[in-house]
């Protein structure tokens, strides 16, 4: 099992007016081989940036580039990358001579590095703690400027991210607090079809009685059709009705909210 919290002792807190050093470049004999043997959490956003990248639906994204697992603490189930060894290049998406071939759209996870993320959930507020990845092989670390975290999020353009990510993180973290409970909850399979299948879900939503019984308007299903943040956000709805985090009254609240404005802005 895999969990989210990540609060390793080994590794150099970041409080956020520290600083640490770091940059990365061809030119270091280590470039690449943080990537050989990864354990890259995806994210809901971080799987529709790259399947979108690649051309590819969701659900054919999942059956090749990822592991299924379970999260430690709420039994749900998270998506890693699928490595293809060490001597292959690890990441899938690694080339020997180009580096990383989707650095545009790389995870938040490889954004983020060489500093790593846990959540935590305290009396209903969500804290995230930021630590420095200490690598005896990474010579990025020996010099380069001084970064803050804040500097360094800014310069790796996580906000997106952030902003598509957190819901899951809450969704997570949440569940996690409830009274544990053996094996899966028994909507694990509609959550993992709501964050992480996103072409699945659309057709789930379209293609079937849940438009009709769920009284999703005719505007809301359009936006459902074309844009895939829109459809994230109304999976993440989705996904608290089922788990029984929301009420129906909130996840109409949120189809109201996707509703396009009559003046189209």
Same mark, same amino acid.
């Given at each position: 099992m895999v969990n989210i919290y990540t609060h390793p002792e080994d590794h150099q807190r970041l409080e956020p007016g520290s600083t640490f &050093?770091?940059?990365c470049h061809s030119g270091l004999a280590c470039f690449n081989q943080c990537c050989r043997q990864p354990t890259i959490i995806l994210k809901p956003y971080d799987i529709l940036r790259l399947r979108r990248r690649l051309g590819v639906t969701s659900t054919a994204f999942l059956a090749r580039y990822t592991v299924r697992v379970m999260e430690e603490a709420s039994g749900l189930p998270l998506r890693l990358l699928a490595l293809a060894g060490e001597e292959a290049g690890g990441c899938p998406f690694l080339?020997?001579?180009?580096?990383?071939?989707?650095?545009e759209d790389r995870p938040a996870a490889c954004r983020l590095f060489p500093v790593i993320q846990g959540s935590s959930l305290t009396?209903?507020?969500?804290?995230?703690?930021?630590? %420095?990845?200490?690598?005896?092989?990474?010579?990025g670390l020996a010099d380069g400027p001084p970064w803050?975290?804040?500097?360094? &999020?800014?310069?790796?353009? %996580?906000?997106?991210?952030?902003?598509c990510n957190d819901e899951w993180v809450a969704i997570l973290l949440q569940q996690g607090a409830r009274p544990p409970v053996?094996?899966?909850?028994?909507?694990?399979?509609?959550?993992e079809l709501a964050v992480y299948d996103l072409d699945a879900l659309r057709r789930f939503v379209l293609e079937s009685a849940f438009a009709s019984t769920h009284a999703i308007?005719?505007?809301v299903a359009a936006l459902l059709r074309q844009?895939?943040?829109?459809?994230? &956000?109304?999976?993440?709805?989705?996904? &608290?009705?089922v788990l029984g985090l929301a009420e129906a009254a909130q996840f109409q609240a949120t189809l109201r909210r996707l509703a396009p404005s009559p003046g189209g802005s």
């Open positions: &050093r770091f940059q080339d020997a001579v180009q580096g990383c071939t989707v650095y009396e209903g507020v969500i804290h995230s703690d930021y630590f %420095l990845k200490k690598l005896d092989f990474c010579q803050t975290l804040e500097q360094w &999020r800014i310069d790796q353009g %996580l906000a997106p991210y952030d902003k053996h094996g899966a909850p028994p909507s694990a399979h509609l959550f308007t005719e505007e844009s895939d943040e829109a459809l994230l &956000r109304f999976g993440y709805a989705y996904a &608290r009705l």
